[in-house]
């Protein structure tokens, strides 16, 4: 049976794939090209402390990833995955230009209109991917590996673009060329839209729900009107953020509401299915966690602790996306290979590997102290090589967990669970703040780290010890802070890596047929 029928494949893969390739590559232009500054912006131009910025950040970026779950919902039950799109993108846009304006109003504002935009584009692009595939495709796989290539692509040219620009003529310059690559993101995907690649996938799931009226206003226009009186709500809880731990559980709580509702209305079969989803969101929010310390902490280690050549700290950002870039086609041909010859790892050894490899990483970075200069900054080497670990790590890990969770979902709850999935980086963010905030110097001495098993750890990779360190000056206590972190959460997150391998079996069971 064709699985594509509108026009013929491209390389093998369904052609609306490419059109989402590129809108998801400007859509990620936008998006990282604002986040390599972010932190910087606020450290250096608003002269905002590392404690406040980090939480901003950490806030912000969490938000960012539980807008998905209203998103997802509301494409799934009214908008569909089409209008969903578009109208985050528009939402998104507005908030890169707004960043334009140094006023507070204007600076919290634009974080608003990107996280409730993000909530209704991110959510609803991958699932559009994923509906291109029938199930038991094994496309599937190499098709999200390819989709997260053009993730990574955005991603590796927006630092480089937009940070040369912030640096060369202002902060604003660099935000505008941002909100400039949203706009081209929502251009192709609606070229896409007129020439029909997309077939009925994503289009309105009950038209007369759609255009029913409340108060006058059809359930699809009060949608859009509440996505714009959502901003404000959102950028007071950036604003605010030491309060956001309240959002956090009542996220829960709605998430655990809503997951038991699911599970009175789907089969048996399902149910299980629904648990292993659940799971691998549970090890995506731990691998979140210490990841997205890229961003924050590890971009003020750059900046402060590194010996940089040929990047600034902002341009440092491209270089997971860099390796993604280079890495993802080999990957997919790999998963595409070995699903031949019978020889392609379960989805859980994968998510071990990812998790493994992640921890190793941050390890490597750990182990930078042990070639410091007087100046305490340690080889660039270090820092790339600590990224190209993790970033194999990240491609066993996330592609496939974007592919899993259009498999393991039940087909009615399939939007909301891409939701759940990236909701995942919203707990993620919100645990990495508080990790990130265990890198600030402090005046009460060098940290949980600093003393006993976890010193000991510290000392075996770094080679740096505590009582050395006290006796130093301000920048070798600042790089101990940062690798003393690295190297403890590298080797908790590589144990546990270990662990989700050897336990892998009963998971494969629940996945009923699922790889």
């Not at 970075?365 to 970033?391: V, W």
Request: with cysteine; net charge positive.
């Amino acid at each position: 049976m064709k699985i594509f029928s509108a026009t013929t494949d491209v390389f093998g893969h369904p052609r609306g794939l490419l059109y989402l390739f590129f809108a998801e590559l400007w859509e990620r232009f936008s998006f990282y090209g604002m986040r390599a500054l972010l932190v910087l912006y606020m450290t250096k131009q608003l002269l905002f402390t590392d404690e406040m910025s980090f939480g901003i950040y950490a806030a912000y970026m969490s938000l960012v990833y539980v807008t998905p779950l209203l998103g997802g919902m509301l494409a799934d039950k009214i908008l569909g995955f089409r209008k969903a799109i578009v109208l985050g993108g528009v939402l998104m846009a507005l908030g890169h230009f707004f960043l334009t304006f140094e006023h507070p109003v204007f600076f919290y504002s634009s974080l608003g209109f990107i996280i409730v935009g993000n909530g209704f584009f991110k959510p609803n692009i991958s699932s559009l991917v994923g509906k291109l595939y029938s199930e038991g495709d094994h496309r599937r796989d190499s098709g999200f590996t390819i989709f997260y290539m053009g993730i990574n692509i955005g991603g590796a040219i927006a630092p480089l673009l937009c940070a040369w620009l912030a640096e060369v003529y202002g902060w604003h310059y660099g935000f505008v060329l941002a909100g400039v690559g949203m706009l081209l993101g929502l251009l192709v995907f609606k070229n896409g839209l007129q020439k029909d690649v997309f077939e009925e996938h994503g289009s309105v799931p009950d038209e007369i729900r759609f255009r029913q009226k409340k108060w006058g206003i059809t359930n699809g226009n009060l949608i859009v009107i509440t996505a714009f009186l959502a901003v404000p709500v959102f950028a007071l809880i950036v604003r605010f953020h030491q309060f956001e731990h309240y959002l956090v559980w009542v996220v829960t709580s709605f998430l655990m509401i809503y997951l038991i509702y699911i599970f009175n209305q789907i089969k048996r079969e399902e149910r299980q299915r629904l648990v292993v989803a659940i799971y691998f969101t549970a090890l995506y929010t731990l691998f979140s966690a210490i990841f997205e310390q890229a961003g924050s902490s590890l971009t003020l280690f750059a900046d402060r602790s590194v010996n940089l050549i040929g990047l600034n700290a902002a341009q440092t950002n491209s270089i997971n996306s860099g390796f993604i870039i280079l890495l993802a086609i080999p990957f997919s041909m790999l998963w595409t290979f070995l699903s031949k010859v019978n020889r392609n790892p379960n989805s859980v050894i994968k998510f071990g590997l990812g998790i493994f490899f992640l921890g190793l990483g941050f390890v490597i970075f750990g182990l930078s102290a042990q070639h410091t200069d007087e100046f305490a900054k340690t080889p660039m080497f270090y820092l790339i090589l600590g990224t190209f670990i993790y970033t194999i790590g990240e491609l066993f890990l996330s592609p496939i967990g974007l592919s899993k969770m259009t498999e393991l979902s039940p087909a009615k709850y399939i939007a909301f669970i891409m939701g759940v999935w990236f909701c995942a980086n919203f707990y993620g963010h919100f645990f990495a703040g508080k990790i990130a905030k265990f890198t600030s110097v402090s005046t009460k001495g060098l940290g949980v780290f600093s003393e006993g098993f976890f010193g000991e750890i510290t000392n075996l990779i770094s080679g740096l010890s505590a009582e050395n360190v006290v006796k130093s000056g301000e920048q070798l206590q600042q790089l101990y802070s940062y690798v003393s972190v690295y190297a403890n959460f590298g080797v908790m997150t590589a144990t546990i890596g270990i662990l989700v391998i050897v336990f892998s079996n009963p998971i494969k069971r629940l996945m009923n047929g699922v790889k």
